[in-house]
């Protein structure tokens, strides 16, 4: 069910020619997550998440899976905003330790978001911005010596990527006040925490509209933000935004728009971190709040095989653009996550076990596709030992047969194997695979469809 991506017919089968000498430098591990496994019932979760071998996972939201938990967000952690910063029992870490556990065991690295989870009430509680900017440094700057000094009973868990605030022009949900204000926030707390933690990496500020996509006003909000930044001196080690695309332009485009806006604005080292994504057809988001069936149809698009085939090819085409990280949102058991409510993982799940598959070969070599080839995407590595390895992502809807070439391989195709993520398939063995000198053919079904095509001695 949903919306495909791409639908244009084919005319020609498509092949596919895996220039194996070809070095095209290194897979870049580009497949963060938002969120981990939830503090209850997460143990399954936290083994599923362990084979995707991510690299950084994101803290924004996690109130929402896990109900009655005080977690992460300033407000939850330090929940009298008058009390003193410096007294550490002004401070509720109990349930934040127990997560950040979670994390570490889902991911390689965590990036804590300093901030509020999203407010969809009537009346907002916590989005609202700080009396006291500086008072409000002063709680991020003990919740981060809990974490990486041992303070008051805490870790010393080096966490090194810390995240000012969430979507602030997300207008009143995730912010409750002017771009002005969230200016001056931002900017006190930044150049505070790293005049405190100068080896930190301080970041923000995950605009919901950081190009323009959607709101003509959002470039002059961005250039603003960055000249209060160059002017008065704030760090901004990375820079964060949202896209929640539909098509491949939008998600490919933007990170090469905002590397060139930064670099204007004497940022040229600050990293790029597109910090939710996920794909949805803009015709759903009118729905995401709307009767219970119309509901139904967007988690069933947004969680299908559309989507996890654009989920590897928004992987393989973020190879070609100056992003330094993407997270994915979300990794866990949200609706936006990996499972079903039933918690099957869903296909977006499999996707991205498809790509950590591939990104393990580390080295890339060149790949291209020809014949009528619109809607499939392919990225191709190899490793020290011969063994090569290619993933394709198929969005259109026809069935037909795929044709792969290995050029340069020493010694031939030798055994093949081809794991398919569609109708039948969880990323599992495909039955009928023809291998020829040279070469590999399978049928495709139809609907989108995601291969890992493993070849060599």
Same mark, same amino acid.
């Given at each position: ?245 539909? @098509?491949?332009? /939008?998600? &490919? ?7 060139? %806006?930064?670099? $204007?604005?004497?940022?040229?080292? #600050? ?102 080839? @619109?809607?499939? /995407?392919? &990225? ?7 063994? %090569?390895?290619? $993933?394709?992502?198929?969005?259109? #809807? ?60």
């Amino acid at each position: 069910m949903g919306a495909t991506p791409c639908r244009q017919p084919q005319s020609l089968p498509p092949a596919i020619q895996v220039e194996v000498g070809r070095a095209a430098g290194r897979i870049r591990r580009l497949h963060g997550i938002n969120l981990a496994a939830p503090m209850a019932r997460g143990e399954r979760v936290v083994r599923d998440l362990e084979d995707l071998h991510i690299p950084l996972t994101r803290l924004h939201d996690a109130p929402l899976e896990n109900p009655g938990m005080g977690l992460v967000d300033v407000s939850m952690v330090f929940p009298r905003f008058d009390a003193d910063p410096q007294d550490p029992a002004n401070y509720r870490f109990a349930q934040t330790d127990d997560y950040l556990l979670n994390c570490l065991a889902c991911a390689e690295r965590v990036s804590y978001r300093l901030g509020e989870s999203i407010e969809h009430t009537p009346r907002k509680y916590a989005v609202i911005p700080p009396r006291n900017p500086d008072h409000w440094a002063d709680i991020c700057i003990n919740i981060i010596r809990h974490y990486n000094e041992g303070w008051a009973d805490g870790f010393h868990h080096n966490l090194d990527y810390w995240h000012i605030w969430e979507e602030p022009d997300n207008i009143p949900s995730l912010w409750a006040g002017t771009w002005d204000a969230f200016i001056d926030l931002y900017v006190t707390a930044s150049r505070k925490i790293k005049q405190r933690f100068p080896q930190l990496k301080i970041g923000g500020c995950a605009m919901r509209d950081a190009t323009g996509w959607e709101d003509p006003a959002a470039p002059a909000r961005l250039a603003q933000f960055l000249e209060a930044c160059r002017v008065q001196q704030a760090p901004l080690d990375f820079f964060t935004w949202t896209c929640y695309p539909e @098509t491949l332009e /939008r998600i &490919l485009r933007e990170p090469v728009t905002l590397r060139a %806006v930064l670099d $204007l604005h004497g940022f040229a080292k #600050s990293e790029l971190h597109l910090a939710e994504w996920h794909y949805i057809p803009d015709a759903l988001w009118g729905e995401l709040f709307g009767e219970p069936e119309r509901r139904q149809r967007v988690w069933e698009t947004i969680n299908s095989l559309d989507s996890a085939a654009f989920v590897v090819a928004a992987l393989t085409g973020l190879q070609d653009t100056p992003l330094d990280m993407a997270n994915y949102y979300t990794g866990s058991t949200l609706r936006w996550g990996f499972y079903d409510p039933y918690g099957v993982r869903n296909p977006c799940y499999y996707a991205m076990k498809a790509f950590s598959l591939l990104a393990a070969y580390e080295q890339r070599i060149a790949v291209s596709v020809s014949g009528d080839a @619109t809607s499939i /995407r392919a &990225l191709a590595a190899r490793r020290d030992d011969g063994r %090569v390895a290619l $993933l394709v992502s198929c969005l259109t #809807s026809a069935a037909g047969p795929i044709c792969i070439q290995f050029r340069g391989l020493a010694r031939g195709v030798g055994a093949v194997q081809v794991l398919a993520l569609d109708g039948a398939h969880n990323l599992e063995p495909l039955a009928g695979v023809r291998v020829t000198e040279g070469g590999v053919t399978f049928n495709k079904t139809a609907g989108a469809a995601v291969y890992l095509v493993e070849a060599g001695t």
